[in-house]
């Protein structure tokens, strides 16, 4: 029987549903056979020694353990142990963990709702899915996780973690972290609940600029990516947009390529051959290409794209396209570095979750344990009222009793003034919600700006 085989290409992630979850691409590699993997493995040569001491060891622990294992969970183990001491981001899958991922893939399930990652025998936080329960509790990208349940993590691995933090809908985990810049651990107690990821969201910052939030790479999210557009570009004089890709853990290949391809024109990305994501790795089956198909519906829309920490995986694919053919501006703080692909290849009712290969960028650049570096940097700054003065700029007809032009009606002074203090009150509120989000409308307004007084005429024949 063929069976398509599953290609991971994101981040060793818990879900929602506190499980290890890679985004998939059902389409992205040559297929490959149950069949086929038999035959590779009949064909493989296994030192005889080493096939010994394993059976030795097997027999050793049925005959002199204090109880007697189960055939079935010694071979899991065994399995599990050859695997998950390759790399942070291979797996074992037992039925139980294939059908979670099945599910967890579908975009709603029971969890906590927090991406996470194994670094050097420590728990660390990817980022919490946005309105998950995780992120309500006030998980942060970045904090570490030092108990679950009050037992201790360290060494603890990505597998094991994520068991102790699955559970049923109302039952509760308590989770102990640690945090940058605080001096005593916080405890976190959370409600496992059912949550159906939102993965868009739009909005216009004012009468010409909107915002769109993509959360996760799933489902038909290029697709809405595509409706919003339209239905903000009805709406209102678009003159830019800025595409939110902070703190998401990434999702779907083939979807992200989508959404990097809804903003690139297949007309103008010949430098690098149309591509969108390129994957290598030792088989022939992992070689992979994704390239741009069709116009940018934005028709070359100013662009700003926001990335963080919390950025894995398929956001890197899309700010790396797009940073590639210089189509738009990437912003923020460095991308999280997971450049790796993984395959699940089926195992009799269970799967190996496998590092089969590498992506790369457009122009060949790898972000695996690098990252995307933004153009602009922006740290996350809270701003409130003590610093916001020095923050916003400030002009002279800011300051009371400042002289008045003559040249200008008093009418054409007060249009001028209400025009400004209402930029000003959104530049404030935005400032103190988000310095980040705030950074990136001023620059899309000076990028806008120029763009208006030096028009561009576009040569569809020529790559940018």
Known sequence: MKVKLLVLVAFSLISCLGFDVSSLADNSVNELTVAQASDEAKETTLPQADV??????????????????????????????????????????NADDLRDLETAVSGEFV??????????????????????????????????IIKIDDKIVQN????????????????????????????????????REKVKM????????????GYIRLSFFQGPVDIDLLNAIKDLQSKHQLKGLILDLRNNPGGLLEVSAKVA????????????????????????????????????VTNG??????????SASASEIVAGALQDYHRGIIMGSVSFGKGSVQTVLPLDDGAIKLTTALYHTPSGRVIQA??????????????????????????????????????????QINNVAQQYQKQREIEVALAKEDYQL????????????????????????KAP
């Open 198 to 209: 939102e993965t868009i969201k739009s909005r216009m910052l004012d009468d010409n600029y």
């Open 156 to 191: 603890m691995n990505l597998h094991d973690a994520v068991n102790r933090i699955k559970g049923k809908s109302g039952s509760q985990v308590k989770i102990s972290l640690l945090r940058k810049g605080e001096d005593k651990p916080i405890n976190l107690t959370i409600t």
């Open 261 to 296: 391809g809804t903003f690139l024109d297949v007309d103008k990305t010949n430098n690098f051959h149309n591509v969108v994501v390129y994957t290598k790795g030792r088989i022939p089956g992992a070689d992979v290409e994704l390239k741009v198909t069709g116009h940018d």
């Open 111 to 144: 969890g906590i709702g927090v991406e996470l990652t194994s670094q050097d025998g420590v728990l660390k936080v990817v980022s919490p899915l946005e309105g998950s329960p995780a992120d309500k509790a006030g998980m942060k990208t970045g904090d570490m």
């Open 52 to 93: 010994q001491k394993f059976v030795n060891a097997i027999a050793i622990i049925k005959r002199y353990y204090i109880n007697d294992p189960s055939d079935n969970a010694l071979f899991d183990n065994a399995i599990k142990g050859m695997v998950e001491n390759l790399d942070p981001h291979s797996s074992y899958l």
């Open 301 to 310: 829309l100013p662009l700003v794209v926001l990335i963080n920490g919390g």
């Open 438 to 461: 705030y950074a990136a409308y001023t620059t899309l307004k000076g990028v806008s700006s120029v763009d208006q007084k030096n028009p561009v005429v576009s040569d569809n024949n």
């Open 370 to 411: 690098v990252g995307i570096q933004p153009d602009v940097v922006v740290p996350a700054l809270e701003v409130d009222e003590k610093n916001i003065k020095g923050i916003i700029d400030m002009d002279e007809g800011n300051y009371r009793n400042h002289l008045s032009n003559s040249d200008n009606s008093d009418q």
